[in-house]
């Protein structure tokens, strides 16, 4: 079963654009595999606090995707072929570079600034999240 514990809900984004972000990050990530079973679309509602109708729509977006299968009366089930995978990942990787470059440029950081602090935490390590 996939578990929703280390979701956290984040301001000015729709919770069910998070729960599909944190799905495909999962996936990544390598935490969520191919056959595993989400929760019930009641059950993580509840445990999200938020209305189901929000959860349907990112489990029938996620469906559309083919990423999930549900069945009548059965769970819904991670579909993930290798090629998927990559995919997912190639998305990921460019809407956050995307978002980065776009941050550092309204900032007026330099390439070769932004390439140097890249490789500084790189390098380092270690990045804390932002606020920490």
């Not at 990921?92 to 935490?121: H, P, R, T």
Request: hydrophobic share 40%.
């Amino acid at each position: 079963m996939i578990s929703f514990n280390e979701f956290t809900m984040q301001e000015g984004s729709p919770i069910y654009q998070q729960i599909l972000l944190y799905i495909k990050r999962g996936v990544i990530a390598g935490t969520i595999e191919d056959g595993d079973e989400l929760p019930s679309r009641r059950v993580l509602s509840a445990l999200l606090g938020v209305n189901p109708n929000t959860v349907q729509k990112a489990y029938r977006l996620l469906e559309e995707e083919k990423l999930i299968e549900s069945l009548q009366g059965s769970k819904s089930t991670m579909v993930l072929t290798v090629e998927k995978v990559a995919e997912i990942r190639e998305e990921l990787l460019e809407a956050d570079a995307k978002g980065a470059v776009l941050k550092l440029k309204q900032m007026g950081v330099s390439k070769e600034e932004a390439i140097a602090l890249i490789n500084k935490y790189w390098e380092n390590g270690t990045v804390a999240e932002p606020g920490e």
